[in-house]
């Protein structure tokens, strides 16, 4: 019957068009993916670089609620600890969070500050982390 065959043709044309379609989207999938892991490695080289540039270093973090790994695990604090650890890279990081009656507030932060200022030269790197809601209930 060639109404048969005419349906038959018109099917095997969509499929094809289909799958030209289909490999079309695989290649710039793939294309897009190289890309992606080609900044990937470079984000990482560049990681890896400043955590390297830690070594040796004497590092105290002061900061709020972001900060705490008790309020917010894992947080940034963490994560520098364990990239540290995970690169063999010799540095010292302590922390202390404002808590409790000096809450975790820029005021609080400034006093954690004076406490530390006898000991500047204990440290190489201080870093004060504040939020956005510190400053604007202040």
């Given at each position: 019957d060639s109404v048969y065959w005419a349906l038959t043709g018109n099917y095997n044309a969509q499929v094809e068009?289909?799958?030209q379609e289909v490999m079309q989207t695989?290649?710039?999938l793939r294309g897009e993916m190289e890309a992606l892991n080609r900044d990937n490695n470079k984000l990482a080289e560049s990681?890896?670089?400043?955590?390297?540039q830690l070594e040796g270093k004497k590092i105290m973090i002061i900061g709020?609620?972001?900060?705490?790994p008790s309020t917010m695990a894992p947080n940034w604090v963490t994560l520098l600890k364990n990239?540290?650890?995970e690169y063999g890279v010799n540095a010292t990081i302590n922390s202390d969070f404002c808590k409790n009656g000096d809450s975790y507030s820029a005021i609080g932060q400034s006093n954690r500050l004076v406490a530390f200022d006898n000991y500047n030269d204990e440290w190489d790197i201080i870093v004060i982390a504040l939020g956005a809601n510190d400053y604007q209930t202040q």
């Open positions: 068009a289909y799958r695989t290649s710039e990681l890896i670089k400043n955590v390297k709020d609620s972001l900060s705490d990239m540290v650890s």
